[in-house]
């Protein structure tokens, strides 16, 4: 390891900027710089807004435009608004977003996107709407525009839509010394990259050279000799799950993008992999309970109206398991203590459905649930659901004997609980395979049709039988 002289050392130190990020603070922004905030501007003091803002991460500094009451941001926004870092702007909300748009100006904003990564700068303005979008873009210099234009033509959520456009490519005879003296020259490269790609004369990736080789190599050297070939090329279409999956799996760092003849395009870097594997992650936990996830920030009108589908849904189930309990009403009339305990089975069955159901979720977005091995987790999830019925059937028998002494009728209630355990194991591992099968995504509705399952077949079971073994 080489050491830098205790000079140069001091002299790093000197224009580091410390950032102390203090326990239980994850992101090195506490609720003092938001007040801060607040204070400032009830005290009139614009220079220690400034001041504020720019001792602030791009990431923190939109945390606090976020965090701020709508009077507030508009008043830091008038502030600050043209020194933001660019960077500030892809890690806003989209609503706040739309708001920042209408506060600061489309050329503000145009002229921020003008000086991001091409990736970056088309997160920010895929999230406008097309009314925003069309001012933004139109304020911007030709070649960005036509850059975002052509990025915002390929399908949302793609290869194409999270790709970087700028990247160096050189040709397999260049030599290092030609690479060097290319990667000093004037031309526009990005502002950050590790690895140069070499292609052929069609501009087809046939290798990369990370730039730790470059430097290492003397000038005669052909890059053609230190490139790695083992390459792992994505098309532009791919969903941005699958490259997420792929670059899991493969452990890349970046990847190149090619159109349908295999030329370069772009290339996808893990930073913004990470990004999607966060959104994805939480646009599934967000579906799977019938939101969206841009309702923290929006309006109480436009959170209940993309909920209330959602709720209306859920009351078509809770009504199909009421039409069930509705069969067995002159049962339950003659024997009430089957309304106190045929809850228990149905919220058994549904708890125990969830969790396979949650298994075989993961399972499948991790590709680890296929065709192939699909019966026999269904098998192992029936015998998991019949093990913990036994269990539990043991346990609510005897409690119900002792609690309404008729071993009767825990006898029916431990049945019943078998039943629909077993046939929660069976529905939470079926159901999303069966949606993925059919090209539905399973994150979103298979909770809906495993209660409506668990419900029906909980209360059906349980009520069945006491009609035919207690009542009959």
């Given at each position: 390891m080489t050491e830098l002289p205790e000079q140069q050392m001091e002299e790093d130190k000197s224009v580091q900027p410390q950032v102390e990020i203090e326990e239980g603070d994850a992101f090195g922004l506490g609720d003092e710089h938001v007040n801060d905030v607040r204070e400032h501007l009830r005290d009139g003091n614009e220079e220690a807004?400034?001041?504020?803002?720019?001792?602030?991460?791009?990431?923190?500094a939109a945390d606090v435009v976020q965090q701020l009451k709508p009077e507030d941001r508009t008043k830091v926004l008038q502030i600050v608004g043209d020194d933001l870092?660019?960077?500030?702007?892809?890690?806003?909300?989209?609503?706040i977003l739309e708001e920042v748009v209408y506060e600061i100006g489309a050329g503000t904003v145009a002229r921020a996107l003008a000086e991001m990564d091409s990736d970056d700068a088309l997160a920010v303005i895929?999230?406008?709407?097309e009314e925003d979008q069309k001012e933004v873009l139109e304020a911007m210099p030709h070649g960005e525009r036509a850059v975002l234009m052509e990025g915002l033509s390929f399908p949302e959520d793609s290869a194409g839509r999270l790709m970087q456009r700028d990247l160096v490519a050189v040709p397999a005879f260049w030599t290092v010394g030609e690479t060097l003296?290319?990667?000093?020259?004037?031309?526009?490269?990005?502002?950050?990259?590790?690895?140069?790609?070499?292609?052929?004369?069609?501009?087809k990736p046939l290798g990369t050279v990370p730039l730790s080789q470059l430097m290492r190599n003397k000038r005669p050297v052909r890059v053609g000799n230190l490139m790695e070939e083992q390459l792992t090329t994505i098309p532009v279409g791919t969903?941005?799950?699958?490259?997420?999956?792929?670059f899991r799996d493969r452990d890349l760092v970046s990847a190149p993008v090619v159109d349908d003849n295999g030329r370069l395009l772009g290339v996808i870097t893990i930073d913004d992999v990470v990004d999607v594997i966060d959104e994805e992650h939480e646009e599934d936990i967000m579906r799977m309970g019938g939101v969206t996830q841009d309702e923290f920030y929006s309006s109480a009108l436009d959170a209940a109206k993309s909920r209330v589908w959602w709720l209306v849904v859920n009351l078509g189930?809770?009504?199909?398991?009421?039409?069930?309990?509705?069969?067995?009403?002159?049962?339950?009339?003659?024997?009430?203590?089957?309304a106190v305990l045929m809850p228990i089975v149905a919220s058994m069955g549904g708890n125990a459905g969830t969790q396979t159901l949650t298994i075989a979720v993961r399972a499948i977005a991790m590709k680890e649930l296929t065709p192939a091995n699909a019966m026999r987790v269904v098998g192992k999830e029936i015998a998991v659901g019949a093990m913990n019925g036994v269990i539990f059937a043991i346990l609510i028998g005897l409690a119900t004997w002792a609690w309404f002494q008729d071993p009767a009728l825990?006898?029916?209630?431990?049945?019943?609980?078998?039943?629909?355990?077993?046939?929660?194991?069976?529905?939470?591992?079926?159901?999303p395979v069966a949606l993925d099968r059919y090209g539905a995504d399973p994150a979103i509705?298979?909770?809906?049709?495993?209660?409506?399952?668990?419900d029906v077949v909980g209360f059906f079971a349980f009520l069945g039988l006491a009609a035919l073994f207690l009542l009959g």
């Open positions: 807004v400034r001041d504020l803002f720019e001792e602030l991460h791009y990431a923190d870092e660019p960077e500030v702007w892809s890690e806003l909300d989209q609503d895929e999230e406008l709407d003296d290319y990667l000093r020259s004037d031309v526009d490269l990005p502002e950050d990259f590790y690895e140069i790609f070499v292609v052929d004369p069609k501009h969903d941005q799950e699958e490259v997420a999956f792929i189930t809770a009504i199909v398991a009421s039409m069930v309990i509705g069969l067995f009403s002159a049962t339950i009339e003659q024997l009430v203590a089957l825990a006898s029916v209630i431990a049945v019943a609980m078998i039943v629909n355990m077993v046939v929660a194991g069976l529905a939470g591992a079926l159901i509705s298979s909770s809906v049709f495993l209660t409506t399952v668990t």
